[in-house]
């Protein structure tokens, strides 16, 4: 387990690139953290409260940099996470997850969530598995959803893509929607929501 983190940590080194060494060396820095700190928030990484605040502000400052986008770290996972999987059979899993904030009168966009008793946001990544290991690989693609939309609406070209030309009308306005064959036995077709990574042409899942 140790030898993958350092792995995933050698890969992104490899192929972060984010216009400047300094912002290369800080994405570096917060992944490795991340990988040996799972679960963990920006802050409780820091490894002490005297660092806690300079590891928050870090992030925030990575992330509010107008030449670094969340588009970009999302395509940098994404060619981690097939680089990993490179010639293994990949099962990906949409899921969502609802993001509560009704108490937090300062988040803007909430929109209504659940069974509409909570305001918040919706979280959908599509994680990949690895049929051969048996082993979670990563998320392939994510999205947040709020009172905005989906926050990577552009991503899926729905009117020049040979790989979404089946796609139905009634599909294509779930926004950045693959479609896959359910293994249900009825053999239906159902949208997978933001499948697509963005770099290879849209996953097809049978």
Known sequence: MEQKKHTVIQQVERLVDMGHVKRNACVVRHVTRLVFSPGAGPSQTAGSKQAAWAESKSWYNLINNPDVSVSQLRELRARV?????????????????????????????????????????????????????????????????????????GVADYDSDPALKQVTAEERHLRNSVVCERADGAGTRGAVFACGNGITPPLRVQ
């Open 81 to 153: 996470v097939l680089e990993q999987a490179s010639g293994s059979s990949l099962l990906v899993l949409h899921d969502i997850t609802e993001c509560d904030f009704s108490k937090h009168a300062a988040m803007s966009e909430k929109m209504e969530i659940g069974d509409h008793h909570g305001t918040g946001y919706e979280y959908h990544p599509c994680v990949a598995w690895d049929f051969d290991e048996r082993r979670f690989v990563g998320v392939l693609r994510d999205t947040v959803i709020s009172a905005l939309g989906p926050d990577d609406v």
